[in-house]
């Protein structure tokens, strides 16, 4: 056996490596009223961590449950670790650095959990895998089924980001709009799959989505001269990603190729805060995300419980900012540093800043730190509207050149 799955709430394990979902026990009262339980973990066998250990240099691929074996077929990363070096300059922090997922084939983070659901669905031999989304997670999901002939059902809030929905219906996915939240997007894309079958890839309640995001850490620790940085910043809607990020750490851990865990930070927006309320005062109950920021805005985190908990056992902690800081750092970011990223990903950055003083105090001024850049902004360009214009027109002239003083 390659792994087997353990409950996060209650611990117990299941030996075996048919699909599951959700801790039968611990799911059973799952109403709505505060974050779902029973959330799966992914358990390798120590087989697979001692060979990892033994490599002279480790992939992502080493430490998936169902492994590729062919990733050209749809690579996942390695994405760019970038130093931002003016931004780090400004703020006086020299081991700063973005990680750039915006890069990745879909331009979001969500290609890597939507590979090794793939994976999965490919093993078990399953051709339709179905889904809720912000936007993201779709169009990820999407591209890797065009890429491996999968049917893809997208449940998505109809009030997404255009170029969100429009790249999925391009990659070929039955894209099913809904008048409603992104919550409610998620109840119907399970119920459907509770109908007519498939494998459904919604986040977290799939645990291979969590295991699929976990290769960013494999990735971070090959980058930074296999070492864990101190710090991730994490921008957090279901909080699927930072479980994650913290998953593919406690792998590394287990494998003994690192000897502590980075601080998990989580950063929200004030507007969609449920799971910085777990953190600070282990509030489990739902809010009414109100967002901008659409790929995190979240009623009920779908991994609430396991984000909070991973968040507090690394000696982390959560950064809410306002929206309008985080609109505000699209424009830092795009003008010191090159980077184009979405509302959500720029969360991450914008909780760094207003972070930077308790961190400095935390961790010291050569901490390393990176900043999960997870999406890129090209998708969501009408969030610049009555915020940039494009300068009017010139005649075509010598004369009208005269006139211009930069
Ligand atoms: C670009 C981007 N950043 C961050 C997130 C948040 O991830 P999670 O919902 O797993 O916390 C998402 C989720 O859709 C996303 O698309």
Redo the contacts with the bound molecule.
Sequence with gaps: MRFHYVCSDCGREFMTEELMYQCPDCSKDNDGSSFPKGNLIVELDNEVLREAAAKEHVTPNDFYPYPSDDESIFPVGVTPLMKPERIAERLGLSGLRFKL??QLISG???DRASYEVALQAKALGEKKIVLA?????GAAMSAVGAAMGLDIILFVPATAPINKLMQSVLYGAHVVPVKGTYDDAFALSIKYSEMFGGINRN??YNPMTIEG?KSISIELFEQMGRKAPDAVY???????????VAKGFSDLMKAGLIDRMPKFIAAQSESSDA?SRAIRNDDFSPVRATTRAD??S?DL???GRM?ASYVKKSGGWSVTVSDQKILDTQLVLASESGVLA?P??A??FAALEADRDHLISELGKDASVVV?L??TGFKDMKVFDNRVSLPEPIENSVEAIKNLHF
Excluded at 236 to 244: E, L, N, P, T
């Design positions: 997922d915006s979001s983070f969500k989304s912000t936007g993201n997670a986040t977290a995001k994490v921008p957090v809607g279901d909080g699927c990603i930072i479980a994650g799971i790929s995190i979240v985190p779908a991994n984000a979405e959500a990903a969360t991450a999960l997870t999406g």
